[in-house]
């Protein structure tokens, strides 16, 4: 399996180096810019186990070997480094010794399988001990991987132990934490997908009749490519299942879900809704479903739609939950072609909301998501004083991960996240502006037109695969001014799949906003205005002493303040 490992491998390293943190380059910069002291740190450093974690000892084995070699080739990047050092005392030359020395480390753990001793806690799985310099950069993303780790493998180990099979379907933000969960279900020989069936007839191959659709190709039903993010179920269509008489297939490039050439060929409009629910402005089309669309000619008749569909998809939430709101000046539809809305919903005019996250169209330079990581945690250490501050133990495990996810979409950078918000009228503000380039890094808000249509969408918040995740409590303002969530899940063959908890879209003029202005948030409370957002202030603090660098010129594409 060399190929699967050094996918891993991959991620495994995706997943330490986003959680370096300024901090720890900051302290370890002086010290490594001594030649001696660095050999001496490579020298020895060791990597240690505890003996009782959950899960077969081979599976943990493969997970350590996995990890050890990812540590060995383990790449720092120097022009991420080097800018995160723009923040420190350092002179531009001890800057750039400094960053040289850091991306030239190379690890070669040495591996004690004995415990850690009595004084670790329960949780630990492995640490690293050896000098200060090795502690201080890798000590919180191990914790961050390996808290990550822990969690799959109790988890899966409940499922083993409760004699109940279970299917792999993921329920994580990212690519990287569900191929890392799909490592260690594969080593333990732990079910993924469901199978199709005993029928062992060949591939068709890609038949004639179905050549015109715009669905992905997929050779085996029973096995697709998991890493891209298929639903588990086969053939599923409003009200049953059926195994594939031939392997091949196509997927649902937007919401994963896979069908049999034979099926397809067999069966229209897979999608169809079992239970029409038609709004008074008629409704959008999801998969096995329908989305009441209404409208509203006054701001009194728009508080009631929301107010009304809110307690709909509270009571249609799994669990309850608050309802999450979405606001648009515009409304997006999927570009699927005509065949393919007639053969998957029956209607070549079917109408696909799209709410596909930033990351599907568009991406972030892996060392500029790095070094904006690292600023959340450079903007900790500046505002530790104010109430609600992070500490460092925030980010040491995977839901810190998660959470400079989140962080990271509120301000701009591509991810496979959505950003929502549970207070309506903050979704009509968005609805009723437009953001446009003033400047680098820089939106204008203005108004919307009289006669444009806005359009507010309505969630069930508690969603089937993955809750949204709460970025309120923020020290860095604009999330929480906003009352942001962001969706999880929402990446790969699922990309667009925050529309299947769509239970409402409710369209207005507006020409509202003249109604709705004594009621809606001004702009500088939605974003903290220019010289109080600590971490907005401190990228471009930092991107004014570096102008010309790759990662200034990424992020101030992305990052942006918003003024009026």
Known sequence: MPHIRNHIRNHIRTLILRNIGAAAIVHAAPRVIDESRRQQALASVGLHIRSHLVGPIDVREA?????????????LDAL??????AATQLDEEQRQRAASALSE????????????????????WFTITGPNVLIDILIQPMDVLTSFIGLVLDTWQKRVDSGIQTFWSSRLPDETQSAIELFILRMWGLPIGRLSGEDHSPSLGETPSLSHLDLDHVDDVSDPPWEKNPRVFVNETARFVLP?????????????????????SENDAVYR????????????????????????????????????N????????????????????????????REARLKLFGDAHAMEPSLLPSAARRSTPAAAAMAFNSLIEAAVEVSREKPHSYDQKTWSTFHGDNLKTSFAQHYGLATPSLDLTDYFLVACWFATTKLQLAAPGILRASPVADDDYCVIYVFRSHMDAGAPIDVQMS???????????????????????AARYLEAAVYFPGKLRHELKPVLPQADELFVPHGSDILMDLALSIGSRLPDSPITKALLRDLYRVVE
């Not at 997970?63 to 790449?75: K, P, R, Y």
């Open 105 to 124: 480390l190379r690890l070669e753990p040495l591996v004690d399988m004995r415990p850690i001793g009595p004084d670790a806690p329960d949780s630990t």
């Open 244 to 264: 594939p008489r031939v392997h091949a297939g196509l997927v649902d490039p937007f919401y994963g879900h896979v069908y049999s050439y034979d099926f397809l």
């Open 63 to 75: 997970l350590f070997a996995e990890i050890s070699g990812a540590l060995v080739d383990l790449h």
């Open 273 to 308: 809704a079992s239970k029409l629910t038609d709004g008074p402005f008629g409704h959008l089309s999801v998969p096995f479903r329908t989305v009441p669309r209404y409208f509203a000619d006054s701001a009194d008749s728009l508080i009631t739609l929301l107010e009304e």
């Open 475 to 497: 020290p860095h303002g604009r999330a929480a001014c906003q009352r942001g969530w962001v969706t999880t899940n929402t990446w790969g063959w699922r990309c667009n799949d």
């Open 310 to 337: 809110s307690q709909r998809a509270m009571s249609t939430s799994v669990d309850g939950g608050v309802p999450l709101f979405r606001g648009q000046n515009r409304e997006y539809f999927l570009p699927r072609s």
């Open 80 to 85: 991420q480094l080097n800018w995160i050092l």
